[in-house]
């Protein structure tokens, strides 16, 4: 498994932004949101587990922001929207 997990937040204001949709692009398409408190968790199931795995993108959207992809993000990773 390829694991992400992290908290979205605004560029400028660094609060966190709830309800973010968070689309495992390489996982068919798999939608979570973020929460009450901007944290996100998803997995890609049979992805990055062993060499020549493909990568975990994640694509993160909310309507106001500009839409952000990340491939293999960090552990923890804080994503910040652009307005």
Known sequence: YRWAEGETRDMDTHEIITH??????TRGNFV???DSLGRFDVCNVFS????DCPDI??????????TKRVTNPEYGA???LVK
């Open 20 to 25: 973010v949709k968070c689309t495992v692009i």
């Open 32 to 34: 979570v949101y973020s």
């Open 48 to 51: 990055g587990c062993v060499p």
């Open 57 to 66: 993108t994640v694509e993160f959207s909310k309507l106001g922001y500009q």
């Open 78 to 80: 804080l994503i910040y």
